[in-house]
Nanobody
Framework: QVQLVESGGGLVQAGGSLKLSCAAS????????MGWFRQAPGKEREFVAA????????DYSDSVKGRFTISKDNAKSTVYLQMNRLKPEDTAVYYC????????????????WGQGTQVTVSP
């Protein structure tokens, strides 16, 4: 069982930046691909970004490519999501997820999910 705890959400003006963190309770963090997903009110959960276990491969949704960066610190068992040039449409609850396979994350699936952190971007 892996527990994931997100932090770093908040309220920011459009054009601003936020950095989300997700700490994992596992000693084998490098074995897990990690992902970020988001869900806005009234909408389905959507994929945002994913990173391979070793950190060498990353994937992004078209809506965030070029603005968001996912990174992974295996020594700290933590994954990050740096969000720049935020837009009001980025407003959502952001969830961290872990899976043994990056391909699963790309299909919006994961073995473990965090509780989420709210990101609100004002116009």
């Amino acid at each position: 069982q892996v527990q994931l705890v997100e932090s770093g959400g908040g309220l920011v003006q459009a054009g601003g930046s936020l950095k989300l963190s997700c700490a994992a309770s596992t000693r084998t963090f490098s074995n897990y691909a990690m992902g970020w997903f988001r869900q806005a009110p009234g909408k389905e959960r959507e994929f945002v970004a994913a990173i391979s276990g070793g950190g060498g491969l990353t994937d992004y949704s078209d809506s965030v490519k070029g603005r968001f960066t996912i990174s992974k610190d295996n020594a700290k068992s933590t994954v990050y999501l740096q969000m720049n040039r935020l837009k009001p449409e980025d407003t959502a609850v952001y969830y961290c997820a872990a899976d043994g396979f990056r391909s699963a994350l790309l299909r919006n699936r994961a073995d473990y999910w965090g509780q989420g952190t709210q990101v609100t971007v004002s116009p």
